[in-house]
């Protein structure tokens, strides 16, 4: 069983400095309908215009993922952790028991664009964690790149939740397969481009709901990228 839920029916929130998409319930946007997919919780599509930013704010017992998409993004916490997110980087904050954290465009002429996603974890009240790593695109073109796991297994970084992060890049004509557990179903975000995915093409923005399917394909239409979770 497949089901898209297409980019142009998310939640929108805009500010003369934010144009944020909401793939799941999410702030001043609430869908019984769609509140996540098992322990995946939120994928937020955002737009930050130059020097613009989200001011020191605080968040528990969530798992925090960024992925940026073009520009770059400046991230400080309370945990002492200060970096600067680009392309191919993947940013994994454990909120835990509790931090505070702070995310602004340091650009002066060039927005930033990037996904938020959030796990819920396996435990509550752990203490804050913080990882950052690269991604090159040689290692996500034309196959499924692990870049999230509960156990940080194959290079990729470790989360507080039995989830599979992986990410892509596919040329037109190009394709990966991944194959299903029974007991497992899968989440697909395009960050750009069109992709064909057993059967159903989608542009960027669209989201697919995969379950009881034993084999999924994913064809690049054009150029494309695209994140893909196994969850429980």
């Not at 020191?56 to 309370?78: A, N």
């Not at 034309?142 to 999230?148: A, F, Q, S, T």
């Amino acid at each position: 069983m497949i089901a898209m839920r297409p980019a142009s029916e998310r939640g929108h929130a805009r500010l003369d400095w934010l144009s944020s998409y909401h793939t799941f319930s999410f702030g001043g946007y609430y869908d019984d309908e769609h509140m996540g997919v098992s322990n995946l919780r939120v994928i937020n599509d955002d737009t930050v215009e130059p020097g613009g930013g989200f001011a020191t704010h605080g968040h528990r017992d969530m798992e925090i993922i960024t992925y940026v998409l073009s520009g770059q993004l400046e991230h400080k916490d309370s945990m002492g952790n200060g970096s600067v997110i680009r392309p191919g980087d993947v940013q994994r904050m454990s909120a835990g028991s509790g931090v505070r954290h702070s995310e602004f465009n340091p650009s002066a002429t060039e927005p930033v664009h990037f996904l938020q996603i959030w796990l819920q974890p396996n435990r509550l009240g752990i203490a804050p964690g913080y990882a950052q790593q690269h991604f090159s695109e040689p290692e996500r073109r034309g196959r499924l790149r692990l870049l999230v796991s509960p156990d940080g297994r194959d290079g990729s970084i470790s989360a507080h939740q039995d989830a599979l992060l992986h990410g892509t890049l596919l040329q037109a004509g190009e394709s990966v397969e991944y194959l299903l557990a029974d007991n497992r179903r899968a989440w697909l975000h395009v960050a750009r481009g069109i992709v064909i995915v057993n059967g159903v093409e989608l542009g960027a923005g669209d989201g697919l709901r995969i379950e009881k399917e034993r084999a999924v394909r994913i064809e690049g239409r054009e150029s494309a990228e695209a994140l893909f979770f196994d969850l429980p």
